[in-house]
């Protein structure tokens, strides 16, 4: 996709849709590395940060041309921050509520930061793709409630009430398409009725001058240009031995010392 449709897209829908990064028969090898993960490390699902253990999520978070369309968003200077697989199996009744990425993250600077959503299965409206309500960054951040409900994806059910569903945009896509969506986009994703897993790869990127000034330590890696701020300390690259991978027990145990992190980042300050 050229780089001014990129920007005018983003600009003024808040997110860009389809952009293929990878053939489908790469994807369903990928899939099968993300697979392959589970069997070993049991659940990775919503796990933070998994580029930093598995080679597969590693190589699809630094894909040229991923990074292309995160440098039309966010600029040449890179931070690959977190990255999670989200998974909805089958026939489950799991799905996440409307909101917005960054209500509780505190960046310095909301423009300079874009996620991505890599797909590994189909993601259709049937197996519960993500729908976008194009052009609701504009209104900045927007009131939510945390609500308890099991079935919720998201970490404490953070909910934006009486959006109007109606101007709802799905995003289909094929496996190794992805999407790319603003911090303050308003999107929603429903359950998974079809008969196949749906499998995101979903990534955050920042520019290295932006930070949280609420979450503590932060980490990231430096994935394209130079970072003269050093707000992000390097975390840690998987090893790429191979196509498998050959993740040693305390690469296993420092990365789950990651997740956790992020994930207590991720809850703080939310009364
Ligand atoms: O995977 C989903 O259905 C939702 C993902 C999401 O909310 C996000 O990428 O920000």
Same mark, same amino acid.
């Given at each position: 996709?050229? /780089?001014?449709?990129?920007?005018?897209?983003?600009?003024?829908?808040?997110?860009?849709?389809?952009?293929?990064?990878?053939?489908? /028969?790469?994807?369903?090898?990928?899939?099968? /590395?993300?697979?392959? /993960?589970?069997?070993?490390?049991?659940?990775?699902?919503?796990?933070?940060?998994?580029?930093?253990? &598995?080679?597969?999520? =590693?190589?699809?978070?630094?894909?040229?041309?991923?990074?292309?369309?995160?440098?039309?968003?966010?600029? !040449?200077?890179?931070?690959?921050?977190? $990255?999670?697989?989200?998974?909805?199996?089958?026939?489950? $009744?799991?799905?996440?509520? +409307?909101?917005?990425?960054?209500?509780? =993250?505190?960046?310095?600077?909301?423009?300079?930061?874009?996620?991505? +959503?890599?797909?590994?299965?189909?993601?259709?409206?049937?197996?519960?793709?993500?729908?976008?309500?194009?052009?609701?960054?504009?209104?900045?951040?927007?009131?939510?409630?945390?609500?308890?409900?099991?079935?919720?994806?998201?970490?404490?059910?953070?909910?934006?009430?009486?959006?109007?569903?109606?101007?709802?945009?799905?995003?289909?896509?094929?496996?190794?398409?992805?999407?790319?969506?603003?911090? +303050?986009?308003?999107?929603? $994703?429903?359950?998974?009725?079809?008969?196949?897993?749906?499998?995101?790869?979903?990534?955050?990127?920042?520019?290295?001058?932006?930070?949280?000034?609420?979450?503590?330590?932060?980490?990231?890696? &430096?994935?394209?240009?130079?970072? !003269?701020?050093?707000?992000?300390?390097?975390? !840690?690259?998987?090893?790429?031995?191979?196509?498998?991978?050959?993740?040693?027990?305390?690469?296993?145990?420092? +990365?789950?010392? &990651?997740?956790?992190?992020?994930?207590?980042?991720?809850?703080?300050?939310?009364?």
């Amino acid at each position: 996709m050229p /780089a001014n449709s990129v920007r005018e897209r983003m600009e003024h829908d808040g997110y860009v849709s389809p952009v293929r990064i990878v053939s489908a /028969a790469d994807a369903a090898a990928h899939r099968d /590395a993300m697979e392959a /993960a589970e069997r070993r490390l049991g659940v990775v699902h919503y796990r933070n940060k998994v580029h930093t253990l &598995l080679a597969s999520a =590693w190589t699809l978070c630094t894909h040229p041309s991923v990074l292309d369309v995160v440098e039309q968003c966010i600029g !040449p200077d890179i931070v690959l921050y977190n $990255s999670t697989y989200i998974i909805k199996e089958p026939g489950a $009744s799991s799905y996440v509520s +409307w909101h917005q990425d960054l209500t509780y =993250w505190g960046l310095v600077d909301d423009d300079a930061q874009v996620s991505m +959503w890599l797909a590994l299965a189909p993601a259709t409206l049937e197996s519960g793709c993500m729908e976008m309500l194009p052009g609701s960054h504009t209104q900045g951040a927007v009131e939510h409630v945390s609500t308890d409900d099991a079935d919720n994806v998201l970490l404490i059910g953070q909910t934006i009430r009486g959006v109007d569903a109606s101007a709802a945009v799905p995003v289909p896509l094929a496996p190794g398409e992805a999407s790319f969506h603003h911090g +303050w986009t308003m999107h929603t $994703s429903r359950p998974n009725t079809s008969a196949d897993r749906r499998i995101g790869l979903n990534v955050q990127y920042l520019a290295p001058h932006n930070y949280s000034r609420t979450a503590p330590d932060q980490s990231g890696i &430096l994935v394209r240009g130079h970072d !003269p701020h050093g707000h992000y300390a390097a975390d !840690p690259t998987p090893s790429l031995a191979g196509p498998g991978d050959d993740f040693s027990a305390e690469s296993i145990a420092l +990365w789950e010392q &990651l997740d956790e992190k992020m994930r207590i980042g991720f809850t703080a300050d939310t009364d």
